[in-house]
C-alpha cells in the first residue's frame, strides 16, 4: 500500500498536481495511520522460518534484507512464499535523544 501511495505522488508530482510538500504531508500522516492502526488494531501474532537470506544492507541508519523462500506460520494457517522484503530502521522519532550508556 505504502508503495502504491509513493508511486502515486511521484505521478502527481510529476504532473504538477501537487507539490513535493504536501505530498511529504501526505506520506507523514500515512506512516502515523498505519503504525496507529498496526499497534491498536492487529492482535494476530505471525513468526517466519526465513530460508535463504539472499542480500542485505544498511546504509542512512536504514537496513534492508531480501529474504528467498520464507515460511509464515500464523495461529491455524502456513504459508510459503518466493521472497520477502524486509526494511528496518531505527524506531526513535527525530530529535528524541540517543540513550545514554551507563
Known amino acids: 500500500i505504502g508503495m502504491a501511495l509513493t508511486d502515486s505522488l511521484d505521478e502527481l508530482i510529476q504532473s504538477s498536481h501537487i507539490d513535493p510538500q504536501l505530498a511529504m504531508k501526505v506520506l507523514l500522516q500515512f506512516d502515523k495511520s498505519i503504525t496507529e492502526a498496526l499497534e491498536t488494531k492487529v492482535r494476530t501474532k505471525a513468526t ?9 544492507r544498511f546504509c542512512d541508519e536504514v537496513w534492508t534484507f531480501i529474504i528467498k523462500n520464507p515460511n509464515f506460520k500464523l495461529e491455524n494457517d502456513q504459508i510459503h512464499v518466493d521472497k520477502i522484503k524486509i526494511v528496518a530502521c531505527n524506531a526513535k522519532k527525530p530529535g528524541e535523544a540517543e540513550p545514554t550508556k551507563n
Open 48 to 56: 517466519f522460518k526465513a530460508g535463504h537470506l539472499h542480500t542485505y
